[in-house]
């Protein structure tokens, strides 16, 4: 198939999967809690280098690190998804 005769989508157009964001916001707020989950895991880290829980606290870290993250983020935030989302829409008109 010739890659020519495929139109070209805007990235951020056409159909949106279950599974992704469905509004700018929610798109923006994922991308925070991405953001502060690396935030949080080196923060972690370097709180508590060692577990003391062993390898069953060390399996688990990082989930706890994404649901502190998540919370943060649908609580509000710091302000990266307020800005991006602003941004998104700014770019889409």
């Given amino acids: 198939m010739d890659i020519e005769s495929k ?3 805007h990235p951020l157009s056409g159909p949106h ?4 964001p469905t509004s700018i916001e929610e798109a923006a707020m994922d991308f ?6 690396i935030a949080f895991s080196t923060m972690m880290e370097d ?11 060390e399996m688990f870290r990082s989930q706890l690190t994404k649901a502190f993250a998540r919370e943060v983020a649908e ?5 990266i998804a307020r800005s991006v989302a602003a941004q998104l829409k700014e ?3």
Avoid: D, K, R, W
């Fill in 47 to 57: 709180a508590i280098p060692a577990p003391a829980g062993g390898f069953g606290e």
């Fill in 17 to 20: 999967p279950a599974n992704q």
């Fill in 32 to 37: 925070e809690a991405s953001f502060l989950e």
């Fill in 7 to 9: 139109p070209i989508l």
């Fill in 75 to 79: 609580a509000g935030g710091v302000g």
């Fill in 91 to 93: 770019y889409m008109e």
